[in-house]
């Protein structure tokens, strides 16, 4: 039978709805176990100066983002069949860069949820693994998988905010300097920035919501306004969690206490607020990974749903052994850091690969129609693809070697 598509009105709840868990998934996609210890270790290096870093990287990020959710709306199309029709083949490339990225780091992912369920419950972090593995695969087994998705990470989103906020409040951050430094640094470091927009928009993150909108039916010219709102949305949702950890890590640093270098957010927490505040980074730690978890099968088979018409009507079996497959490999070998950092290289290379080619198509007749794409958003976009390629590639030039020498 035919899916039937949900015709997009401005006025409808339940489209609301699924602009909110678009965004939502994208937002709870980016925030996993390195997003944690990436925050956490780079405030520590630049004390109040990170909150400029933290600026820069939500413009790019907006900028990115935007660029790809409305090419995708207006396109009515899948990152991979507008990236075969910019250039046969390339859609394949795409999928196959993105599916590498996601089992890759949906390996950590499990390991991190394995680690949360540790901190809560004392159990071990494989069994916790294999628990948490569980849970995401139920969502998918449900009827209604995509309303389960949706709910189940915006319940978990405000969570993971609520908790986090209580604690930034409770290590009494020096407010006044971190809004200083956000505006006038002290200290720029560029790879930080980097960093952090390949961690929040690269791989196949984002195009987690723009895909989710793709298969909520909200696509088209007249939904493009609420598609950019979700979009922006997305990343500011990423930006309070950024924010409020930083805060929190902030009030510990200016208070000259010592952060664990072996489990860096997890000491923040029980620094701030004793054991409570350990068990509070337990939840965040499940909460965050299992929700990347979530958000890199669906995103990942999303990428190959197109190719064959079997793949489609198999989607959900096939995003279940994606989860599967990801938590045998962390439960039977671990985490393979080698492999995790080269892929993380190959990841930070998706992003302009990615842009790039969308921003071309956004100029096709045959992709977009007579949609104009407006210019400050393909000037922003190019800057975006520029700067991540630039870095990516220096990345893969200088420090990939090191791994194998």
């Not at 210890?37 to 100066?49: E, M, Y």
């Not at 507008?82 to 992912?109: D, E, H, R, S, T």
């Not at 929190?248 to 860096?264: E, H, R, T, W, Y």
């Given at each position: 039978?035919?899916?039937?598509?949900?015709?997009?009105?401005?006025?409808?709840?339940?489209?609301?709805?699924?602009?909110?868990?678009?965004?939502?998934?994208?937002?709870?996609?980016?925030?996993?176990?390195?997003?944690?210890?990436?925050?956490?270790?780079?405030?520590?290096?630049?004390?109040?100066?990170?909150?400029?870093?933290?600026?820069?990287?939500?413009?790019?990020?907006?900028?990115?983002?935007?660029?790809?959710?409305?090419?995708?709306?207006?396109?009515?199309?899948?990152?991979?069949?507008?990236?075969?029709?910019?250039?046969?083949?390339?859609?394949?490339?795409?999928?196959?860069?993105?599916?590498?990225?996601?089992?890759?780091?949906?390996?950590?992912?499990?390991?991190?949820?394995?680690?949360?369920?540790?901190?809560?419950?004392?159990?071990?972090?494989?069994?916790?693994?294999?628990?948490?593995?569980?849970?995401?695969?139920?969502?998918?087994?449900?009827?209604?998988?995509?309303?389960?998705?949706?709910?189940?990470?915006?319940?978990?989103?405000?969570?993971?905010?609520?908790?986090m906020l209580y604690v930034a409040i409770s290590t009494a951050p020096p407010v006044g300097e971190a809004a200083l430094r956000t505006f006038v640094p002290k200290e720029i470091d560029i790879l930080s920035i980097v960093t952090l927009v390949g961690g929040t928009v690269g791989g196949y993150i984002v195009f987690a919501g723009g895909h989710r909108l793709l298969d909520a039916g909200i696509k088209g010219k007249d939904a493009?306004?609420?598609?950019?709102?979700?979009?922006?949305?997305?990343?500011?949702?990423?930006?309070?969690?950024?924010?409020?950890?930083?805060?929190?890590?902030?009030?510990?640093?200016?208070?000259?206490?010592?952060?664990?270098?072996?489990?860096?957010?997890?000491?923040?927490?029980?620094?701030?607020?004793?054991?409570?505040?350990?068990?509070?980074?337990?939840?965040?730690?499940?909460?965050?990974?299992?929700t990347s978890v979530i958000g890199a099968a669906y995103t990942s088979v999303s990428f190959f749903k197109t190719f064959s018409p079997k793949i489609e009507q198999n989607q959900r079996g096939i995003i279940i052994g994606f989860i599967a497959l990801s938590t045998i490999c962390f439960v039977t070998i671990g985490r393979p850091v080698n492999i995790l950092v080269l892929v993380g290289a190959i990841n930070a290379l998706i992003l302009p690969l990615a842009l790039g080619t969308l921003l071309v198509a956004a100029y096709k007749k045959d992709i977009v129609g007579d949609y104009r794409h407006p210019f400050f958003l393909t000037v922003s976009g190019a800057f975006v693809v520029v700067i991540m390629a630039l870095m990516g590639g220096y990345t893969i030039i200088n420090e990939i070697p090191k791994l194998w020498s």
């Open positions: 039978m035919k899916k039937q598509e949900v015709k997009y009105t401005k006025a409808s709840k339940g489209n609301r709805s699924m602009l909110m868990g678009a965004a939502f998934l994208m937002a709870t996609s980016a925030i996993g176990p390195g997003f944690l210890t990436q925050t956490t270790v780079f405030t520590q290096q630049l004390t109040a100066s990170f909150g400029f870093v933290i600026l820069i990287s939500i413009l790019l990020d907006i900028f990115a983002q935007t660029n790809v959710w409305r090419i995708i709306a207006v396109s009515e199309k899948r990152g991979q069949d507008i990236a075969n029709m910019v250039l046969p083949g390339l859609g394949y490339v795409l999928a196959v860069l993105i599916v590498m990225g996601g089992l890759a780091f949906n390996i950590g992912n499990i390991a991190g949820a394995g680690l949360g369920f540790q901190v809560i419950t004392g159990i071990d972090p494989r069994i916790g693994a294999a628990i948490s593995a569980v849970i995401a695969i139920l969502i998918f087994v449900i009827k209604e998988a995509g309303k389960a998705m949706d709910r189940f990470t915006q319940i978990a989103g405000f969570v993971m905010i609520g908790l493009l306004p609420q598609v950019t709102k979700s979009s922006v949305f997305g990343i500011l949702i990423t930006s309070v969690m950024r924010v409020a950890l930083f805060l929190a890590v902030l009030g510990v640093v200016s208070k000259g206490l010592q952060i664990d270098p072996a489990n860096p957010p997890a000491s923040v927490f029980q620094l701030a607020s004793g054991n409570v505040g350990y068990k509070m980074f337990g939840i965040i730690m499940w909460a965050a990974a299992i």
